[in-house]
């Protein structure tokens, strides 16, 4: 019996969603024929999982589902998920619009079920003008429910907390990579967001294929799957830490009469805030219909989930927060870069060189109105000014002082980089906090992003101009650290 979730008043789907990013996989050697292809998605949701998810840039996913939606009479059962990863950088909410309506168009809605939306740059303050147009499309009912991919928990907290209407976030979560185990599941129980997991069976490594075989070489995967997750598994310590969690794996599989993707499966499952895992469908090629199901007949005893734990527990700590595997080395895809993705990130501001020094504007109502730039560059010395959560004439990070931290931080940031700096150049930060209550937010939002670079420091409780404001914050720094 497939288990259902209530991921909103509006939106129950089936726990194990069917993936369909392998469409654009089958389609290397050219396009799928819709029609023939949706009559493969019948036999799923005749076992229960209703549920399908896709994107924007799996080939022709949302055009085959579309088919079968308004084809079959088991069509109005489904939930359709998409994505929208666009190319930085979007300038308005018709551009958003735009892309709201080839997406219904393609799946033959009046309502996305579900939008998850993917940013490239958090330091381009476009993401959240982005989001902010998506909230506007949904009061319209152009989208049901929003929600997010591979956000991390710091930007994911500036979203909700900023007023954006989020349900879930997408992302990378499995024995092999427990990022979303850290503080992006504080902020989820934080804010009510649930966690859809994919990379749980790490593109199939997760299985009795290769458990006691020697270490595959990139040259020999077939599938841009096993491209990613072996990097995944890379990262994680390697090969032979990887055959130790298959081998544990495999002994509980053998007691439950089961396989190894199925425990590994039931054990994402049962983690708190997972409202759902996607496994992967090769329409048409191969379906694991029946194997999926056995997936609701297992439960994991005390002593089984500890000597998972355990084990997994020696492996290595995926680096970075979530979805960091799209924004930073290592870059874990397939082609391990961004190369299939975009092309390059665009300039957050344009410098301008006045008075013999480069200054950058940010386009805050501020700037203008007390004759000041956001940032100044004097030789190799970069300052930026008093730097509030403010967004054109937009609070940002509604009252949560954390929230108004992180956005500044990534002001800060972009400013320093639009200069040729990074923010590892940073010498000083300056705080100014407006309750002093607030300060262990503001300091470990601070401590967050600053840890490993640890600038000279100084807060102080002190009035700050303009109703909402908890915190405002300026940086000194040198580019490139040249004094020494």
Request: hydrophobic fraction near 35%; charge should be negative.
């Amino acid at each position: 019996m497939v288990e259902y979730y209530d991921l909103s008043d509006n939106l129950r789907i089936s726990r194990v969603l069917t993936g369909l990013w392998q469409i654009a996989d089958l389609e290397r050697e050219g396009t799928l024929d819709p029609k023939a292809t949706a009559q493969f998605m019948n036999p799923y949701v005749e076992a229960g999982f209703t549920s399908f998810d896709m994107a924007d840039h799996y080939g022709s996913a949302e055009i085959i589902s579309g088919t079968f939606r308004s084809k079959d009479p088991l069509g109005k059962q489904v939930q359709l998920f998409t994505k929208w990863v666009p190319t930085p950088r979007i300038t308005s909410k018709e551009q958003v619009k735009e892309a709201v309506y080839r997406s219904l168009e393609r799946m033959k809605m009046d309502q996305l079920d579900l939008l998850q939306y993917h940013a490239w740059n958090y330091c381009d303050p476009e993401w959240l003008d982005t989001m902010f147009w998506l909230q506007e499309l949904k009061n319209e009912g152009l989208i049901a429910n929003i929600g997010v991919t591979n956000f991390d928990a710091t930007h994911l907290q500036i979203a909700v907390a900023s007023g954006i209407d989020i349900i879930s976030n997408q992302l990378s979560y499995s024995l092999i990579d427990q990022r979303a185990k850290g503080r992006m599941s504080q902020v989820c129980e934080e804010y009510g967001v649930r966690i859809l997991a994919f990379g749980t069976l790490a593109g199939g490594f997760l299985s009795e294929r290769w458990l006691g075989t020697s270490e595959p070489d990139q040259s020999e995967l077939t599938t841009w799957s096993q491209m990613k997750y072996k990097r995944f598994i890379d990262e994680a310590g390697g090969w032979n830490p990887f055959q130790n969690l298959l081998k544990v794996l495999n002994e509980i599989a053998i007691k439950h009469n089961s396989s190894i993707a199925n425990i590994s499966s039931r054990y994402m499952l049962d983690q708190p805030l997972v409202a759902g895992i996607i496994l992967g469908a090769r329409l048409g090629k191969s379906e694991h219909i029946q194997e999926n199901l056995n997936i609701f007949k297992i439960k994991l005893s005390d002593e089984e989930k500890q000597a998972i734990r355990e084990t997994k527990g020696t492996l290595k700590p995926i680096p970075g927060g979530c979805g960091d595997e799209y924004r930073k080395p290592p870059f874990l895809t397939a082609s391990g870069d961004l190369s299939h993705h975009i092309d390059t990130l665009p300039p957050v501001y344009i410098p301008e060189k006045k008075q013999g020094k480069l200054k950058i504007d940010s386009g805050t109502v501020w700037e203008e109105l007390a004759g000041f730039s956001r940032a100044v560059k004097s030789g190799d010395r970069i300052l930026v000014s008093g730097t509030t959560a403010t967004h054109g004439d937009r609070l940002v990070g509604g009252d949560d002082p954390g929230a108004q931290t992180h956005f500044i931080i990534d002001k800060i940031q972009a400013s320093i980089e639009s200069l040729g700096g990074s923010l590892e150049d940073v010498d000083r930060t300056r705080i100014y906090i407006h309750d002093i209550n607030d300060w262990e937010a503001v300091s470990r939002a601070h401590g967050e992003r600053f840890k490993d670079i640890r600038p000279a420091n100084t807060l102080v409780q002190a009035g700050i101009i303009g109703e909402g404001y908890k915190v405002e914050m300026e940086a000194e720094a040198r580019e490139k650290n040249k004094l020494i």
